[in-house]
């Protein structure tokens, strides 16, 4: 049975990707099979993850999945595996705004401990009241470890390992400064790993960094077996039978789980590149466009033409097609980017999205609708963009709520067989 650990932080900004992609770089140095996996709605850290790993990352989410679905996946996900090594979502009992889904509630939920990782730039003595806060607050949350980062000398190191023996919690080890051991970030978050030059370099010096300064036996002995599954993951149905899914840098923001659920379903899934103008399969009777980055792809993708015909084909034999985020902005008319220039979309909705001015909206959403999905009403999702849409007359897709249960504006469009919003949808939670 495949053991398991979470690596969590007080707060965002603490390192723990830096940590966890260091961890899973070094310990497959070490021989092991390590599965990754990220808590909650993010698409990009998990592909960093899967990158180190060398193998796919998954989402857990304590907020949008049911606790028997993250058990079931968890366990799922480890099977044939030597450990699960779980990266947490903010700091660690940072949750949603209903109080609800903290990478703290995962680890209960899985019953796996935690290792906290702590900056400890510009403190020193008062590292050891946070941690014994952090690793006091929930009984029910088990924090065994502590790494250190970004300690800046041997005598801060030695002041911080002094201050911490009163926690009585076990130190794996202090990460020095490294200025090199540092992501670029964009408006959603960090970019993509192809879009790093050098990136194996970068692993490498990450996982020499863990190496040289975590004592990797005693973070594996504190490893915890993953609980069996109580029941099957519960699957979104599949959206048709031969599913085409638009898959490159422009179309990222793929949910594993959602694929894995399809598959197990018996549907068939094929996969298509619009910025190399590739189109659906001919004889897909659904066409998935979930989210990434179309707006900074608009040019290209406005001269795909061939993807676009393909899509208007795809639509005339009566194919369902829906969109996710950049997905829903790409089915519209035009894109606005963030300089202003516009470029052609797809056309098969009479929206028009723009990049230049903007606003962030983001958070989890309780999704209902009555539409050709062929889904349950009560899903959950996530909505995370800058773009905002304008469109004239449509149904929405979906009637949503936030985490308090506010009512928001409806998301989307539907004409016809062809939807789309911002959301992008995690789970199912009704029947």
Known sequence: MAKGLIIAAPRSGSGKTLV?????????????????????PDFIDPVFLGQAAGREAINLD?????????????????AGADLLLVEGVMGLFDAAADGHGS????????????????????????????????ANWRSNVQVSGIILN??????????LVAALRATGLPLLGAIPRRQELLIPERHLGLVLPNEISEFQNFLDMAAESIGDFIDLAAFERLARPVPPPEAEPRALPPLGQRIAIARDAAFAFLYRHLL????????ELSFFSPLADEGPAPDADAVFLPGGYPELHGASLAAATGFKSALIAARDRNALIYGE??????????????????????????TITRMDRPKRVLGYRRLLHDSPLPWPPGLNGHEFHYSSAKQSGLPP?????????VRQLPMGAVLGRVMGSYAHVI?????
Do not use: I, Y
């Not at 907020?63 to 799922?76: G, H």
């Not at 703290?104 to 003595?125: G, R, T, Y």
């Not at 894995?260 to 549907?267: D, H, L, N, P």
């Open 20 to 40: 966890t992609l260091g961890l899973l770089a070094a310990l497959r140095r070490r021989g092991l099979a390590v599965a990754p996996a990220k808590t909650g």
């Open 62 to 78: 304590p907020w949008a999945m049911q606790a028997d679905q993250n058990r079931a996946l968890a366990a799922q996900h480890a």
């Open 260 to 267: 894995e659920g399809w598959r197990a379903a018996g549907a």
């Open 397 to 405: 897709l979906f009637e949503a709520l936030d985490a308090e249960n």
């Open 325 to 350: 985020c950049g997905g829903f902005m790409v089915l519209g008319d035009a894109l606005l980017d963030q300089h202003g220039t516009s470029h052609a979309m797809a056309g098969l909705l009479p």
């Open 150 to 159: 970004r300690v800046a000398s041997a005598r801060h190191e030695r002041m």
């Open 103 to 134: 990478t703290a509630d995962l680890a209960e939920n899985l019953d796996l401990p935690v290792v906290l990782v702590v900056d400890a730039d510009k403190q020193s003595q008062s590292v050891a009241p946070l941690v014994a806060g952090f």
């Open 427 to 431: 789970a199912v939670v009704s029947n």
